[in-house]
């Protein structure tokens, strides 16, 4: 099968002929319907210095925002019919630390990621443990169902925020990521949504899509000057950082009101600065927040079930794996907020 593999340390992917995987024990093999572009595997590809530890798992196919099909079983299996469609969590822990042996699998101290450290899912087949499978129900479109790892991000982060009905919010990033944090913190009540980019027009109008007007390019109008209206009404409640630029944390925290949250939900490639005598005074908190439980995996599901229209908004490019290289060039240059890569679909 043809596989988007990192192979070597620096940069650069390559489509290469790789053996269809057999699933061993406790595994399945899924056939891959829809692989979504992350900015995980932007960072891959340019082999950003965050990333180096997967030296020692090279060469790996990477993806791991994906659905597909169950199409075998491996060893002790059950529970999970042929053809079901799943999304799966990309996380796979170990079973073997303490965490693991008590039932505490979100606490596992050695835990592998799909698409990072073992092979993913830019490929017709990928290999996951049973364990890691989320039935998806019928009537949820597979492409839709391949955003279930970037949204339960998203859901992360709101809860982390602690955001409430009646808050005021400012998102800081109108990529996906961020676009989920938008829907989610409006679900959980928030009275105001505000989301900024910049340079993110694409973004910004898939947003428009998704019912927010609250949308400012700081490409056009520098931070300050366009938060100023915002900002007269009161600071915000909870601010959500999902850029990754180390520049904005400093304007976030000037934007959060006293006893605000400031959640950082992107990885950022440098320390930052921090007043800490200013955060003191303000009674603010910051609060990082990454991975979500399992448990929220259902959530999101049952989510997407109720809110197609909204999620499929969210998705403005599709290309076959034959052109994957293509759809990270529209997602690194912004021109997209999420490309679906089709491991079975044909070159235009």
């Not at 990621?113 to 499978?133: K, Y």
């Not at 808050?167 to 109108?174: E, H, Q, T, Y």
């Not at 944390?249 to 921090?274: D, E, F, N, S």
């Not at 439980?293 to 490019?317: D, K, N, Y």
Request: aromatic fraction near 4%.
């Amino acid at each position: 099968m043809t596989a988007l593999r990192k192979r070597h340390p620096g940069q650069g992917l390559s489509l290469e002929e790789t053996a269809r995987p057999v699933p061993g024990p406790g595994e399945v093999l899924i056939g891959v319907k829809f692989a979504g572009v992350c900015g995980t595997d932007l960072h891959i590809d340019e082999w950003t210095p965050s990333y180096h530890f997967m030296h020692a798992h090279l060469p790996v196919t990477i993806g791991h925002e994906f659905s597909g099909e169950v199409a075998a079983l491996g060893e002790g299996v059950s529970g999970l019919p042929l053809g079901q469609l799943v999304t799966v969590r990309p996380s796979v822990v170990c079973g073997q630390c303490e965490a693991c042996t008590a039932g505490r699998y979100d606490a596992c101290v050695a835990r592998r990621g799909i698409g990072v450290a073992r092979d993913g899912a830019f490929a017709r087949w990928v290999r996951v443990p049973a364990r890691n499978c989320v039935p998806v129900p019928a009537g949820v479109d597979p492409v839709v169902a391949a955003l279930a790892e970037p949204l339960t991000v998203s859901l992360e982060s709101v809860r982390t925020g602690g955001v409430k009905p009646g808050d005021r919010v400012l998102v800081l990033g109108p990529g996906n990521i961020g676009q989920g944090i938008a829907l989610f913190a409006r679900a959980a009540g928030a009275a105001q949504v505000v989301v900024a980019g910049h340079d993110d027009a694409p973004r910004l109008a898939a947003l428009r899509q998704l019912g927010f007007a609250d949308l400012l390019d700081f490409a056009e109008t520098p931070m300050d000057q366009a938060l100023a209206p915002y900002l007269a009404q009161g600071r915000f409640d909870v601010v959500i950082e999902a850029t990754g630029a180390p520049a904005v944390i400093a304007p976030a925290l000037a934007a959060l009101k006293v006893h605000g949250v400031l959640v950082v939900t992107g990885i950022h490639p440098r320390p930052v600065p921090i007043d800490l005598t200013q955060l003191v005074r303000q009674h603010q908190q910051i609060r990082g927040s990454y991975r979500a439980p399992e448990s929220a995996w259902p959530e999101v599901v049952a989510f997407m079930g109720t809110h197609q229209a909204e999620l499929r908004a969210m998705i403005t490019h599709r290309v076959p794996l034959s052109r994957a290289v293509e759809g990270f060039a529209l997602a690194r240059g912004k021109q997209a907020t999420k490309v679906m890569v089709e491991p079975d679909a044909a070159a235009a």
